[in-house]
């Protein structure tokens, strides 16, 4: 299958209620682990590449790793530039064959975001390729909790960003954050300002920040000699309930990060005289698919391929 616009993928998930997960690769086993996941579990699958990936990777090994990965397979999937803030690569991505890219201007004030987002909208609109932005800010809501209404997305001011911008997916800052460090205490979600964007807008929400940071992942890095302390994440309850309540897209990175991380140090711990990376590469993948699978059920998105 050739690959598939985010739009598309995201109108079916909007209409039926469920949401998708995006999942960041930055390598050949990351990905390979994701795809086995969806099709497992018949899932479509939106795959993200960061500008960071992009630098690490290079982009036409990462466009050609996932348009690989789509010729192999019979599962829709989208390949997304994530959090794109450099306008020389959301050129490229749209020019080179990404189906998908994030305009993430949410950093300046609502003029300045409203104002590149219709540039990145008016340039990936001559190819057909979907555009996600950004409304509200991410990061140290935790630290802040006098100034939370402030950092949430205002639903009314997200209305007016959609009506003058015209993105096909809003990302909106609910409480989550980026990493693996998001709570202090209980996380929590502020679901009233979810209901009223969705009633307002009715489009594909996206909730960035969104990993659980599952406590047996962090357990596996920290018993072979990671030291991760305090780590917390939003809990799978709390991502089903965004979901049945709007969110169709769930950005998913952290829990790969430590999926990977964990296998591959106790892989190396147990086998130490082994220096045949494929012998460790191979647990690093295989523990990608079980928490994609387990994704892909919390989100709801299994036999919606
Ligand atoms: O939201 C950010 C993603 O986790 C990508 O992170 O910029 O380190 O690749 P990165
Ligand atoms: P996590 O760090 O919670 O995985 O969030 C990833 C993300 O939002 C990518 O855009
Ligand atoms: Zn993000």
């Given at each position: 299958m050739t690959l598939v616009t985010m739009k598309k993928i995201l109108a079916k998930a909007n209409k039926e209620g469920y949401a998708v997960g995006a999942f960041n690769i930055n390598n050949m086993e990351i990905l390979q682990g994701v795809i086995k996941a969806g099709e497992n579990l018949k899932s479509p699958l939106i795959i993200s590449c960061s500008e960071g990936a992009i630098e690490y990777a290079g982009i036409d090994y990462l466009i050609n790793l996932v348009t690989t990965a789509a010729k192999l397979t019979k599962i829709p999937i989208a390949l997304h530039l994530d959090h794109g803030k450099n306008f020389k690569i959301i050129k490229q991505c749209i020019d080179k064959g990404f189906t998908s890219i994030m305009i993430d201007a949410?950093?300046?004030d609502f003029k300045e975001n409203v104002k590149l987002t219709k540039r990145a909208v008016a340039l990936a609109r001559k190819k057909g390729v979907t555009v996600e932005a950004e409304i509200g800010k991410l990061s140290g809501v935790e630290d802040l909790v006098s100034e939370r209404r402030g950092i949430y997305t205002d639903p009314a001011e997200a209305f007016e960003f959609v009506k003058q911008t015209k993105v096909d997916a809003l990302a909106i800052a609910i409480g989550t954050s980026h990493g693996?460090?998001?709570?202090?205490g209980e996380s929590h979600l502020e679901f009233s300002i979810l209901k009223e964007i969705k009633s307002k807008l009715k489009m594909p929400l996206v909730l960035h920040g969104?990993?659980?940071?599952?406590p047996e992942l962090v357990e596996k890095v920290n018993s072979h000699g990671g030291e991760m302390e305090n780590a917390h994440g939003v809990t799978d309850s709390l991502l089903k309930k965004a979901c049945k309540l709007g969110i169709n897209k769930v950005n998913t990175d952290t829990d790969l990060r430590l999926a990977f991380t964990g296998a591959l140090r106790e892989s190396l711990m147990r086998n130490k005289t082994s220096f045949d990376p494929r012998k460790y590469l191979i647990m690093a993948r295989d523990d990608i698919t079980k928490v994609v699978e387990r994704k892909i059920k919390v989100f709801g998105s299994q036999n919606k391929a």
């Open positions: 949410s950093h300046y693996a460090y998001k709570f202090k969104a990993s659980s940071v599952y």
